[in-house]
Structure formats: C-alpha cells, structure tokens
C-alpha cells in the first residue's frame, strides 16, 4: 500500500503562484501515472493534471497555461506549480496514482487546502 502526504497549500490572493509536492511512502510510485485532484465544497473531485512515468502530462482545460505538473521518481514526490490563480482554483487538492483505466488506485490523503482570495 502507498500512502500520500500533500504539502504546499495556503491563502493567496487572486494572480498569485502556490507549488504543491506530494511525497508517497511505499514501493511503485514509478510505474504509475499521478495525478493531482481537487475537491470544492459541494463539488465532485476533478482531475486536474496528471503526468506519465515519463513526463507525459496532461491539463484539465480550466488549468492550462497556469499549472505544471512534474514528478521526481527517485524521491517518491510529484509537484504542481500553480500561477495565476483564481478564486475558482479554491479546493483541498490531493494525488493519487491513476490505473490504466483512469481510476485512483491507493487511498486518498489528507489533501492540501488551496484558498484564493479575490
């Protein structure tokens, strides 16, 4: 079992820049797919960028532009750099490794809440 802790988060004002890290704990965070999610109040968990064992990513449309993601496999740790930020990008932000078949496949963490102000 691989566990996740989500690090980074915090108020900023609306344009402001946040870096995210997730470091998991345990064996086979390499041969995954990650992703990085949000949940709003009231909202389901989105996809909002996730990246290959290789450095294939990929952006939720609302993020591109704004936010990179990266991954450095020998410390078990993938990164969101978020800039320009909006009050909508305001959720608890969580990764996860994603199946083949787009699923989450470990628990979820605590996640890190993201509050921008406006």
């Known amino acids: 079992q691989v566990q996740f802790v989500e690090s980074g988060g915090g108020l900023v004002q609306s344009g402001g820049s946040l870096r995210l890290s997730c470091t998991a704990s345990?064996?086979?965070?390499?041969?995954?797919?990650m992703g990085w999610y949000r949940q709003a109040p009231g909202k389901k968990r989105e996809l909002v960028a996730d990246?290959?064992?290789?450095?294939?990513?990929n952006y939720a449309d609302s993020v591109k532009g704004r936010f990179t993601i990266s991954r450095d496999n020998a410390k078990n740790t993938v990164y969101l750099q978020m800039n320009s930020l909006k009050p909508e990008d305001t959720a608890v932000y969580y990764c996860?490794?994603?199946?083949?078949?787009?699923?989450?496949?470990?628990?979820w963490g605590q996640g890190t809440q993201v509050t921008v102000s406006s």
């Open positions: 996860n490794a994603r199946s083949p078949y787009g699923d989450a496949v470990y628990d």
């Open positions: 345990g064996s086979g965070f390499s041969i995954y797919r």
């Open positions: 990246i290959t064992r290789g450095g294939n990513t």
